[in-house]
């Protein structure tokens, strides 16, 4: 951001603060670099020119609804604007046509009622207070309009509210294109119902957010000729594998796993379960509730859910045998075998869980166990067997639960595909991107990576319309400008997408 040229003794302006991040002041006085403030909490505070912000004093005391009408678009004026909109239960904002979404951390009905979707429903962008609904409505006239197909993108941090958002565009697009009165449930219905089995295997509770969605997710809803949905298809990324075996206090594992240990009891006995605090993958942190939930009560609404969106008795059954086994095989441990770098199952407690595993998928327990403690190499001349040493034997009984579990989700939303059901014939598509943002953490893995090129690639696509596409309009308008100084990664993208063709295109 530019340093402010229009800063004097009188200026109202803001200056960084550790606890607000920004307080409003008055420049007392200014000796080379140094702008001494005077804040409205009376203290005296002296920051670099260059961090010293204009405040607008005639900004209108409820903010503005469209922050391009702002007179200082700077990071204190857009949160100050954003703050005093909220104040007043407008969590709602427009930037040109980008909706800025507060996350009120309450239920607001009466935001999404029918009544308010009908008010919504052909209104002129703009013509009302900024909503969700407007940006839905606008994707879905464009498409009626040009017959063109659109993307809404959801983005922001863990907990910002983007799978709620997600869930209000779909209800608002399955109020304009949905059929009433058909027999059956319809593709909308089966769309919105497939959320509680998403979320009960993709997500799970983290530091931020209770239920955070450990997936991103495309979904593309059909329409046919008339605008009438006719189909639709969910597409998942990135499904976070590492919390299948590895968590730590005060955050859980996938739903799912509580879910099938407060099962009822008949259903515990089948599967051989006892309580979440017996299996490592889920004691590993000392978390194994969430306030206010009902994880007996999740387990049986999630089996409704299913039903609803079609899985089959059977069906439900071999899942709920997947997830036990993997609680199973996180129990099965190692010790030191006869032979060096060798490994044999520790003890009778092992054993036990090497054959209930084996036993719930179907599979020769031996071959389990040899599967867990022996590597398989096939070289072009022969097949080399080798022992690992129990270290080694953990990290491939950990491979095999994490790859057991995103094989189960990727199946488990291909069923859901299956039985929404996609239309060949659709003419036009809305498609709704629900991707989780920015990851860093004190260790970052190979996950954080792909989450992190994946959202340094929609920044570069928000960059281009945003900035890139809107300067050079003005450029060939011959419009007199200031160039916006934004941070352009595309050098980094590109070093990274080279590399990738290179490892592809490697023998
Ligand atoms: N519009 C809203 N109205 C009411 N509550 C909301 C709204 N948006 C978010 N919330 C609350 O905030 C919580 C977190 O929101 P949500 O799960 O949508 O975040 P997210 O951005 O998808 O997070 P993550 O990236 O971790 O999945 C929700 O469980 C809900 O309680």
Redesign the pocket.
Known sequence: MASPVNIVVGSHVWVEDPVLAWIDGEVLQINGHDVHVRTTSGKKVVANVSKVFPKDTEAPPGGVDDMTRLSYLHEPGVLQNLAMRYELNE?YTYTGNILI?V??????PH??DTHMMGQYKGAGFGELSPH?FAVADVAYRAMINEGKSNSILVS?????????????LMRYLAYLGGRSGIEGRTVEQQVLESNPVLEAFG?AK?V???????FGKFVEIQFDKNGRISGAAIRTYLLERSRVCQINTPERNYHCFYLLCAAPQEEKDKYKLESPESFHYLNQSKCFELDGVDDSLEYLATRRAMDIVGISEDEQEAIFRVVAAILHIGNIDFIKGQEIDSSAIKDDKSMFHLKTAAELLMCDAKGLEDALIKRVMVTPEEVITRTLDPASAIVSRDGLAKTLYSRLFDWLVEKINVSIGQDPNSKSLIGVL?I??FESFKCNSFEQFCINFTNEKLQQHFNQHVFKMEQEEYTKEEINWSYIEFIDNQDVLDLIEKLQLQALMEP
Do not use: C, H, W
Not at 103 to 108: A, D, E, Y
Not at 208 to 214: A, E, G, K, P, Y
């Open positions: 969590i979404a996350n009120p951390f309450q239920r607001l935001l999404y969700v922001g941090e863990s907990g910002a509210g983007k799978t709620e958002t997600t869930k209000m997500n983290t931020r957010n209770n239920n955070s969605s450990r629900d989780y943002g």
